[in-house]
T-cell receptor, first 110, second 115 residues
Framework: GESVGLHLPTLSVQEGDNSIINCAYS??????FIWYKQESGKGPQFIID?????DKRQGQRVTVLLNKTVKHLSLQIAATQPGDSAVYFC?????????FGTGTRLQVFP | GAGVSQTPSNKVTEKGKYVELRCDPI?????LYWYRQSLGQGPEFLIY????????DSGLPNDRFFAVRPEGSVSTLKIQRTERGDSAVYLC?????????????FGPGTRLTVL
């Protein structure tokens, strides 16, 4: 398949461990943030979102944390599985469009 | 149900040629977006349609790029006089204005290579 990004920061974790992927955003006025997962040759897939009036939101095996003071987002994946291997992007909403960060490649090894 | 589809999946063209990229959004989605993704980068916004009209085209890099959505469903991104720097994956997304979080659903993209 086609690689999404050849020069991305990479996080390597062992299967079953927890993963933490970090992201800094630029606009302190942003009110909505989303994490996307992108597998090779595919479009981004929604994982979880959070509004700016929250600092934590949990989904199935995933948690997003928002620190507005330092404009930082993190995505925590519990019990990482091989199927979690992909590139992960954070995005902030600017009116109706999304502004994506650079992305982090997550590699899960047995 | 069917997701967002894009055709072709791959397009190879020569510098200076004209290309059209097609997006079929999820049925009933009124909002449609085009993004461009270069290798190693996150998607970059190009243009957003609400219905038939372009509500925001601030991301189009220059006047060689144009997009239409004449019936408020299918959209075509048109690139004139292609340049090698136009090579990228062009992503389309759609969303329903009824959704609380206005989630954008992405298609698989069209990989454009300009030789």
């Amino acid at each position: 398949g086609e690689s999404v990004g050849l020069h991305l920061p990479t996080l390597s974790v062992q299967e079953g461990d927890n993963s933490i992927i970090n992201c800094a955003y630029s606009n302190s006025a942003s009110d909505y943030f989303i994490w996307y997962k992108q597998e090779s040759g595919k479009g981004p897939q929604f994982i979880i979102d959070i509004r700016s009036n929250m600092d934590k939101r949990q989904g199935q095996r995933v948690t997003v944390l928002l620190n507005k003071t330092v404009k930082h987002l993190s995505l925590q994946i519990a019990a990482t599985q091989p199927g979690d291997s992909a590139v992960y992007f954070c995005a902030e909403r600017d009116t109706d469009k999304l502004i994506f960060g650079t992305g982090t490649r997550l590699q899960v090894f047995p | 149900g069917a997701g967002v589809s894009q055709t072709p999946s791959n397009k190879v063209t020569e510098k200076g040629k004209y290309v059209e990229l097609r997006c079929d959004p999820i049925s009933g989605h009124t909002a449609l977006y085009w993004y461009r993704q270069s290798l190693g980068q996150g998607p970059e916004f190009l243009i957003y349609f609400q219905g038939t009209g372009a509500a925001d085209d601030s991301g189009l890099p220059n006047d060689r790029f144009f997009a239409v959505r004449p019936e408020g469903s299918v959209s075509t991104l048109k690139i004139q006089r292609t340049e090698r720097g136009d090579s990228a994956v062009y992503l389309c997304a759609s969303s329903s204005r009824q959704g609380l979080h206005n989630e954008q659903f992405f298609g698989p993209g069209t990989r454009l290579t300009v030789l």
